[in-house]
């Protein structure tokens, strides 16, 4: 778990700094927050602070374990109709409880949460060099060349600022209605949380893959690139009327 800086680096009678512990990995546009936090640490003091931060992440001791009340989280859980919890460090089930209909193989969807394969799916895919985060949608959907939409990027895509509108809750739209869909907003101006974007992402996905030569489901390459190899099974992947994955939500699994 990252904590966030600005409490511990905080102090007396002095603006809080805004710095957090993932800002060393910020992507190249967060270059101006980047350089603000390291003016941050800039002194013996503040380095020392952040050091301290950091100590969340080292693991716990065993003998600090007996320490954490799972029952309790889990009691606080099961009364708020949890069906799952389980508490793992560096790979090591330290407490599991499965009450109600819950059970240790018994999936579940994920509803929304799906979404964020997406980044995953994305990562892997410009690592592979299928694509890039700055380009523009347009150069794999030729249909957006002549109008807004030429302009969004898959950044802009995938973090819901291209300018798609939210569409209809529930079941999500087809890749090719989702593609379809004009833009409601100037690409860049507005954050739109919906389910068209991943679907468009879905059809991006599709068609490079295809034009790689690989087979075109986007849910067959992300378990072969990244769920197989770190151990990951997923129960089931609900589908669209086109058989093409649904990336907005319908995935299962286990806890």
């Given at each position: 778990t990252r904590v966030p800086c600005r409490r511990v680096l905080s102090r007396p009678r002095r603006r809080q700094s805004p710095l957090c512990c993932s800002c060393v990995s910020t992507s190249d546009g967060d270059?101006?927050?980047?350089?603000q936090c390291l003016r941050e640490i800039?002194?013996?003091?503040?380095?020392?602070?952040?050091a301290g931060a950091c100590t969340a992440w080292v693991p716990l001791s065993a003998s600090a374990r007996p320490s954490l009340n799972f029952e309790s989280a889990a009691?606080?859980?099961?009364?708020r109709n949890g069906l799952s919890m389980l508490v793992m460090q560096s790979g090591e089930l330290l407490y599991e409880d499965y009450p109600g209909a819950g059970a240790s193989s018994r999936a579940w969807e994920t509803a929304s949460g799906t979404k964020s394969f997406c980044g995953v799916l994305a990562a892997a895919a410009a690592a592979d060099g299928l694509l890039s985060l700055e380009e523009r949608c347009a150069a794999t959907l030729g249909e957006w060349s002549n109008d807004t939409r030429a302009?969004?990027?898959?950044?802009?895509?995938?973090?819901l600022t291209g300018g798609l509108p939210s569409g209809q809750l529930g079941r999500p739209?087809?890749?090719?209605?989702?593609?379809s869909t004009p833009v409601r907003d100037a690409p860049g101006t507005r954050f739109q949380y919906g389910n068209p974007p991943f679907q468009v992402f879905g059809e991006i996905m599709r068609r490079k893959l295809r034009a790689a030569g690989r087979d075109g489901d986007p849910v067959a390459y992300l378990r072969a690139r990244v769920l197989d190899p770190i151990g990951v099974t997923v129960d089931r992947w609900r589908r669209g009327t086109d058989g093409l994955p649904f990336l907005p939500h319908g995935a299962a699994l286990t806890a």
């Open positions: 270059d101006r927050i980047r350089r800039k002194n013996r003091r503040d380095f020392l602070a952040l009691r606080y859980s099961a009364e302009e969004i990027t898959l950044r802009q895509l995938l973090t739209p087809t890749y090719a209605q989702s593609v």
